[in-house]
């Protein structure tokens, strides 16, 4: 989407002035098209009411060589389980379902997603959908009249097809976000996107509406929805909307969440909780209440939305996702925790929630950067393709039957740490230490004889003794086992399955290595936190070799598939022990998960370092730069008194006409273009306002074609006797 080159004046266009006004400043939301429709009563059949989602699954069981697409492949393990409601994502390149056109009406067309609406199995489909428009989220620079009326009417057209298509008779579907507070993160202290998520949120609505208003007659249903995670906010533990104490020393968005902000204010028909902060309770103990945690949680999110929204009741409400990881909590575990789920929603007492999505049908694939796994109703590593006891559990309830309480299972003692360096009884592990895995005790024992030792490392995988099996033995109070070749420095997940396969918890902790190189930061040429094909990368770390290192890169499709580039020495441009510098793949995959290797002279291998590999962007919002502070211009320093005139670095700035915006607390300053003003594509100079005070202040730019920056903060100083003081600051 190019953004509108008459930004200011379209602003002023009566059809968008009404929806500003409508999300953000009335009482109740009136929007275009139909209002909401009343949303039906939560459903009376548990498979109805308990969905599950399916979304970026482990791949690794997935039958080669065959016609069945991963779409459908994962829909007939939920339908297997007895849940007639799916949650998947459109457009579904995740999926890898061949060719498909981006925009949703025509995805929704594609065999694939033609097979999954059309399955007689399931009755409700919840989409979690980005149009054609925003591949980036098109709101995080500003939203448009323009973008409103083409994410409007593309929601439109997909409801014509899901609406006017005789064979979706009786079916609901219900058209969903990705995770709001998650969405807004990096963009949360700043006012302007806040509206611009709003109206985002809202044009999605109104192309609901309007579909709606098209369709009258039609059989099936359709629905909107926000999706949001938070009623606290996580770093200061605040209820959602608390307002900060010191705005000049604090940000005084610093309590805001969609619940409280974006909910009441826009026309939707459903809000979903995505509930894992709620179900985080279990952190405090074992006896902790789902119930009572997602009954004070949502009711404190009902009544956020009804302060603009009166008529809103508990059967608007979703929990569009719930999990627990069976690496954090262990099988048996999670297997009691998911029957709780079932009686927290369904006692007559809780809030009444129309849905309840479990995530996921299949254990997550795996990615670079996360260790915590083991979600799924379907174990899937290592050629085992089973229930878990969650799984059994799920498909018990759905199908009427009670699950009793699950006994037994391996479990990794805790305190004291039971996985130690057997040589020396610390829990500190080198790569090759012999490991000794301690049982919590004899009602959670391992196996007598059929254990098996996981150990994961990013994208990575290994079972023992298969992998490894010297100094493996076991018993049912202790194991001892190597670590296999292959791992590197860095952190592990390290868990137990017993002869039945059933899984313990996992011990994470950093394995180190003496010798080998350490990552500790990756630089892109522009500092903009932008690597693509072809660029130039900056490696800073510890013990790399004087000459003669080697540079890997390694990435990971969307279908788990694996691929790895050794750096050629030609494109090693300089290295010492401390940094290296080199020049990317071009044959790199953009918008992939990409990591980064140093290999030193004598063959030891550094950690991992994880970063995302994108298209070279040569347009685009302008970026202030994540790698160079902003700093005063006559000292080159950050320290910067009320009276400085600042740098600011990044890139995609405009050539001519940038605007620079200030903010301080609730004020708003526009820099004057005075004698000290200069512009660039990569640097802007600028006066402070003179209004700024001493204390916290944030910076963004506005491109010449209405296009914003994040913004970035930073401390104003304050002068005492001459001498310029920085402020210190704390949260």
């Known amino acids: 989407m190019t953004k509108s080159r008459n930004y200011r004046s379209s602003l002023q266009k009566g059809l968008w002035l009404a929806l500003l006004a409508a999300v953000l400043g009335s009482s109740s939301v009136t929007t275009f098209g139909q209002q909401s429709a009343p949303v039906p009563s939560p459903p009376t059949d548990r498979r109805d009411r308990f969905g599950i989602y399916n979304w970026g699954v482990d791949y690794a069981a997935y039958p080669a060589g065959g016609p069945v697409d991963r779409l459908n492949w994962a829909a007939d393990k939920i339908a297997e389980i007895g849940s007639r409601t799916i949650r998947v994502a459109m457009p579904g390149d995740i999926y890898a379902v061949g ?54 009417d593309e929601i439109a ?235 059994e559990v799920f498909k018990s309830r759905l199908a009427g039957r009670e699950a009793p309480k699950w006994t037994a299972g391996p479990f990794i003692r805790r305190d004291p740490v039971g996985v130690v360096n057997k040589s020396t009884g610390e829990p500190e592990l080198h790569l090759d230490s012999v490991l000794q895995i301690d049982a919590a005790g004899m009602t959670t024992p391992f196996s007598e004889i059929g254990n098996k030792v996981n150990i994961e490392q990013g994208i990575y995988q290994y079972l023992l003794p298969r992998d490894e099996a010297a100094n493996f033995s076991e018993s049912p109070s202790r194991i001892t086992t190597s670590f296999p070749k292959g791992l590197r420095p860095g952190f592990v997940a390290i868990y137990v399955s017993d002869k039945d396969g059933v899984e313990s918890q996992a011990h994470f902790t950093f394995i180190t290595c003496a010798a080998c190189p350490f990552l500790y930061a990756a630089e892109d040429e522009r500092a903009l936190n932008e690597f693509y094909p072809g660029g130039m990368v900056r490696l800073f770390g510890f013990r790399f070799a004087p000459t003669g290192n080697t540079v890997i890169v390694e990435q990971q499709t969307e279908q788990q598939v694996k691929s790895r580039f050794i750096i050629p020495r030609a494109d090693v441009i300089e290295e010492s022990p401390e940094r290296i510098t080199f020049k990317m793949p071009a044959q790199l995959i953009s918008s992939r998960f990409t990591a980064i290797i140093v290999r030193d002279a004598e063959g030891d291998e550094s ?112 002068q005492v006797g001459g001498k310029r003081e920085p402020i210190r600051r704390g949260r």
Request: hydrophobic content about 35%; proline content about 5%; glycine content about 8%.
């Open 607 to 718: 950690n991992t370092w994880p970063i995302q590999a994108y298209a070279e962007k040569t347009a685009g919002p302008p970026k202030i730069a994540e790698f160079r502070p902003i700093t005063n211009r006559d000292t080159g320093g950050q320290n910067i008194p009320v009276d400085s005139v600042i740098a600011i670095p990044g890139g995609r700035f405009s050539t001519g006409g940038n605007t620079v915006v200030f903010e301080q607390g609730a004020q708003r300053f526009t820099a004057a273009h005075d004698a000290n003003w200069s512009e660039s594509p990569t640097e802007i100079t600028v006066k402070l306002p003179g209004s700024l005070q001493p204390g916290r202040a944030q910076v963004y730019v506005v491109n010449a074609q209405g296009r914003e920056s994040r913004a970035v903060e930073f401390a104003v100083a304050r």
């Open 99 to 152: 060719e498909m056109n981006d925009d949703l009406a025509q995805a929704a067309a594609s065999p694939a997603y033609d097979k999954l609406f059309s399955d007689p199995r399931f009755k409700t489909i919840m989409l979690t959908v980005k149009s054609s428009t925003e591949v980036e989220s098109g709101w995080t620079d500003g939203y448009t009249q323009e973008e409103y009326n083409s994410v409007r």
């Open 157 to 391: 057209r997909l409801g014509d097809y899901l609406l006017g298509n005789p064979k979706f008779a009786g079916k609901t579907f219900i058209i969903l976000n990705w995770e709001g507070d998650n969405a807004m993160s990096g963009y949360e202290n700043k006012q302007s996107i806040w509206d611009a998520y709003t109206a985002w949120i809202q044009s999605r609505a109104d192309g609901v509406k309007l579909t709606r208003g098209r369709n009258a007659s039609s059989s099936a249903k359709l629905f909107s929805g926000l999706e949001f995670t938070l009623v606290r906010d996580p770093k200061t533990g605040k209820p959602c909307g608390t307002p900060v104490a010191d705005p000049l020393r604090q940000d005084p968005l610093e309590n805001r969440c969609v619940i409280d902000y974006v909910a009441p204010r826009v026309d939707v028909d459903y809000y979903s909780l995505s509930a894992w902060w709620t179900l985080d309770v279990k952190n405090q103990g074992l006896d902790a209440s789902y119930k009572d945690a997602l009954k004070n949680d949502l009711n404190f999110a009902l009544s956020k939305v009804r302060e603009r929204r009166p008529d809103v009741v508990e059967a608007n409400f979703i929990i569009g996702e719930f999990g627990m990881p069976r690496m954090r909590w262990s099988e048996t575990t999670v297997a009691n925790f998911v029957n709780e789920i079932f009686d927290a929603v369904e006692a007559p007492d809780a809030f009444q929630v129309s849905y309840a999505v479990f995530w996921q049908v299949i254990d997550n694939g795996p990615l670079f950067y996360v260790i915590e796994n083991g979600f799924g109703l379907i174990r899937s590593r290592h050629g085992i393709f089973t229930l878990t006891r969650a799984g």
